[in-house]
Structures are given as C-alpha cells and as structure tokens.
RNA sequence: GGCCCCGUCGUCUAGCGGCCUAGGACGCUGCCCUCUCAAGGCAGUAGCGCCGGUUCAAAUCCGGUCGGGGCUACCA
C-alpha cells in the first residue's frame, strides 16, 4: 500500500517551530517514499481557531517548501480537508456507535467527574473516568425527552489493554484503566478532537501517524476508535517535544517559538529545514551537518528519529543560516535583501545606490548571519552618517593616532586618478608606511570616519563605493569632531 | 497522585556487548591568517545521571533509584 501522510495543525495558534518540524518529517516520509503529504486543519475547536492561524500555517508552510499533494487551499479527493466543513460525517460516526454499543450518551456533571478524580487522587488509583456513570437506556430516553443536554462518550472496554508499536519508541502499552471514556460528541453535537482526527486518517486512508509526543498517551483512544469503525489502525511515530535553553518546554517564554518570527528575523527555510531535521534525527552520513533536502528526502527514516527531547538552540540556527546565506548565488542574495534594505530606507533604492549596494553586496553576504542584519550594515553607503557609534568613537578617534592618520589619509585619498579599491589599497598603505602607523592604528580611525563604527564591511571597498567626495567629506567631519 | 515517554560533552547527535584511552557538529578558549568584523586553517575544552546485577567483557542488556518531559478537558 502506497504512504499517506498528514500534518493536521489546529489553526489555534501560529505555526510553531515545532509543528514546522511534525510537518518536515511528514514531508520528508512521504517524500522519501513516494508517497503523498496531505494538510489537514484540525479545526474542531470553532471557538479557538481563526483565520488568521490558518493562514499563517498556510504561508508558513509555502515558505519552507513543504508542499503538500492533498489538503486545504489545493484540495483534493477528500474535500476541503477541513473539519469544520465535516461536522455531520463525525456525527454520524458518534451515531453508529451508540447505535453498536461502542458509545453511549452522558449526563455527568463537571462536578461529577470532578468528584470522581477526587476520589481516585486520595485513593491512589487512575484518575480516568471509568464509565461507572453511565445511565440505563431508560434514564436516557428519559432525560433526553426532558431536553437534557447529553455528550457523546466512547464506551473502553474494561478490563483490556491497548498495546502498539511506536516507530520511535517501540512497543506501548496502556491500560484501559487509564484511559478515561472520553467524549467523542459535544453536547452541541461538535466532535472533539480524538473523534474527528480518527475519522479523517481512516477516510482519508492514512497509513503513518506522525505527530508529537503529547498525544502519545492519546493514541489508544484513536485505536480504538479506529477499530471501532472496522478500520486498519496506521502506524504511529510520536516524536518528542522540544524544549527552550532551560530544559523545559519551548514557549513563548524562551523568545520566539513561531515560525514567522524566525522568517521575519532573517533565517533562510533551507537553513531552517536543516536545522529542524537535525533537531532529532541523526542525518549525518559523513559527518556533515550540511544536508541538502534531497540527501534529507534520500536519508530519511522514522525508524531512526531520536527518542530525547531536543533543545532548540539558535546558536547552530544561526551559524547554519550563515552557510546558506554564504552559498546563495550573488545575484539572488541582492534580490532577496534589496526589498529589506528599501524598507528600511523607506524609498526604492534609486539606479546609483542599487549599483553600490550590489557592489558591497558580497562583502556583506560573506559576513550575514541573518538576512536582517544586512540592511544595517549598509546603511553608511546608502544614506547620510548622521552619528557614530559611540563606543566605536571613544575607542580609536581619541587616541593619538587618530588625528595623524585622518589628515594623512584625506592628503592620499585626494591624490588618487582611478578612485579603485586597488588605488586606495596602494594609497592608504603608503600613507600607513610615510606615518609609522600600523594598519590597525592608522584604518581604524577612517573606518569610524566613514562608517560611523569600527565593524564594517572591508574599508578599501567601502571607500570606493562611497565615492571620493562623501569619503572626504566624511574624513572631514570626524576630524573637526575631534576637534569639537 | 496515577499512567506513559526519555536520560552520551553546555547544545544537537554517532554509538546498537569487545573496533570507545567514546566519534562528528554548534558553542566556547587559544593560535594562525588579517584593514575591523566575519569567513577559513590548526589546536584545545567538555560527556556515558547514580546504584546494583548479567557477562571473560557494558555507554551498549536487566532491575532499581534519581532527574526531566507528557497526558490526566464538552483544548488539540
């Protein structure tokens, strides 16, 4: 039988870099095995999802470049792949099963099973509601013709077991006593989760569940349901969860946890896909870290996904992002920030300052770790210097040298007939040598000069790109600025 | 509290009874290169949670313990 995946968000929520990572390996299984990704929004719970998660998830995705085969926006053999549009099908499942005896209507009160839970804390038994309220057929007609509200709960049969094979984590088992007869139909007639989920992977013949660890003590409920309905039960991969720098769960607590954010920060998604497959699996074929998403589609199995919990650390993001970042092709790396750096700006980059910013360009693109922090960088060659660091400027412009080295360098720069980075090479290290300065003492101080700081993309480019009149002008201001 | 999952350098991992005086990557430190910062090169730092057991031999198997995480909703 041929794979078929699915990533099922709740648009409850942004996409998270966590389901960005649920939705990889999907991706990569299906992939990998020539099967199909499908994209479901599990979207049961009307009161939380919004339209603006469930397009978020819908960008998120497109911009990674997980493409799906089947699913919402695309569509497919199956509908809208929305839940909210197949509220009657889950119903009708519910149905059947009271009908068959696998489920039964329920009138107990929170307090009820609130009492119950009670009770099983102080008596050191499962905290799992047993069924033991159940009403008689009579109490149900009855109470149903007074107009009670009822839910639908799902009938476990106790005593019995569940046991199945986890692709990550082997075999396992759990007892029915832990597991509670859990509502499967609102008392509004809305299907919950564990229904709905189930009846879509086995309507939409599902094969590998893939998901997070969080609902692995769930996935009894969901086999149940599943051979409830007759149905072969998938095969289940629960991957573990991640967690912030501290060790606990990643949350908004440990900075950003949506995948936008880190999009809007500047990560590359072939940089984040990379990093996100690593995040618990180990690729590593030859030792490289580097993983095309071909090699990841050809390297790709559940069977060898890590059982621990990964701490998602944007230390190796970042470095990672630095090599994507530095393999882009030039031209697409000007394409890619140009709109960056015009926001920034607030206008469109004029014809000149699109050529000297293509000129410091791959300077810039061999020092980015990120896409955002490019537009600052340049900054001092698109506009006017309107300050200096200051820090920059306490620490070479009040040294002697400072001085010496900025009037000798005005001297040398105004003699130069090709004003090119080679010209102002020659120049300033003449200037260097006729003055006894070393190269850092002596650049330094025309670097703050006409950057403004003393980290910049290299200065004889900078020089050139400027232009011998700003770059004067520039040496000019921060001489008087000492002076001042 | 009950049940389930997990436990190798700070972090991500390799390891699946002898090849391990535990390998790689990020980070960090030092050196080299160098006009700053990066990049690059080289070197270094640091780990099998603990206690028992099985075995000629354990990071690898078993038990316990400790620690972390998850679930325990008419959320997903």
Excluded: C
């Excluded at 769960?249 to 920060?265: I, Q, V």
């Excluded at 620490?395 to 040298?401: H, N, S």
């Amino acid at each position: 039988m041929s794979v078929r995946v699915r990533f099922a968000p709740s648009p409850t929520g942004y996409l998270h870099v966590g389901g960005a990572r649920s939705a990889l390996y999907n991706f990569l299984f299906a992939r990998g095995r020539d099967g199909v990704f499908i994209l479901r929004s599990d979207d049961t719970d009307t009161a939380r999802s919004t339209d603006e998660y469930r397009q978020d998830i819908i960008d998120q995705m497109q911009w990674l470049g997980l493409d799906w085969d089947e699913g919402i926006v695309k569509g497919g053999p199956h509908g809208t792949y929305r839940q909210s549009d197949r509220f009657e099908r889950y119903a009708e499942v519910a149905h059947g099963f009271v009908r068959s005896g696998h489920a039964y209507y329920s009138f107990a009160t929170a307090s009820q099973l609130d009492d119950f839970k009670k009770r099983a804390r102080e008596a050191g038994t499962s905290p799992a509601y047993d069924g033991s309220l159940e009403p008689t057929q009579d109490q149900v007609s009855r109470l149903l013709a007074d107009g009670q509200t009822a839910v639908v709960r799902f009938r476990v049969p106790r005593p019995g077991s569940t046991t199945f094979h986890d692709l990550v984590r082997g075999d396992v088992t759990f007892d029915h006593t832990q597991v509670d007869d859990f509502v499967i139909l609102r008392s509004d007639n809305s299907p919950t989760y564990h229904l709905a989920s189930t009846v879509d992977d086995v309507d939409y013949g599902i094969t590998h569940v893939t998901r997070g660890e969080d609902i692995l003590s769930s996935t009894p409920k969901h086999i149940l349901i599943t051979e409830a309905m007759s149905a072969t039960v998938p095969v289940y991969a629960h991957l573990s969860l991640l967690m912030g720098p501290d060790g606990k769960k990643l949350s908004k607590r440990h900075g950003h946890t949506a995948m936008a954010a880190y999009r809007e920060a500047g990560y590359l998604p072939e940089a984040m896909n990379n990093y996100l497959a690593l995040l618990g699996w180990g690729a590593s074929e030859d030792d490289d870290d580097i993983v095309s998403m071909d090699d990841m589609i050809r390297r790709f199995d559940l069977a060898d996904v890590s059982r621990n919990a990964a701490v998602f650390d944007t230390k190796k993001l970042d470095w990672m992002n630095g090599v994507y970042i530095r393999a882009m092709d030039p031209e697409a790396f000007v394409a890619t920030t140009v709109p960056l750096i015009e926001h920034r700006l607030g206008h469109t980059l004029g014809e000149g300052e699109l050529d000297r910013y293509k000129q410091i360009a791959p300077h810039v693109q061999e020092r980015a770790k990120t896409l955002a922090e490019v537009a600052p960088q340049v900054d001092f060659l698109l506009g006017d210097l309107d300050e200096y660091d200051e820090a920059s400027w306490e620490k070479v412009m009040l040294t002697p040298e400072a001085p010496i080295a900025l009037d000798a360098a005005a001297g040398a720069l105004a003699d130069i007939e090709d004003w090119k980075t080679d010209a102002i090479d020659v120049a300033l290290r003449a200037m260097l040598e006729e003055h006894g300065l070393s190269a850092r003492k002596g650049l330094q101080p025309i670097r703050v000069a006409i950057s403004g700081s003393t980290v910049s993309p290299p200065l004889f480019e900078s020089i050139e790109v400027l232009g011998r009149d700003t770059t004067l002008a520039r040496i000019a201001g921060a001489r008087s600025r000492i002076d001042g």
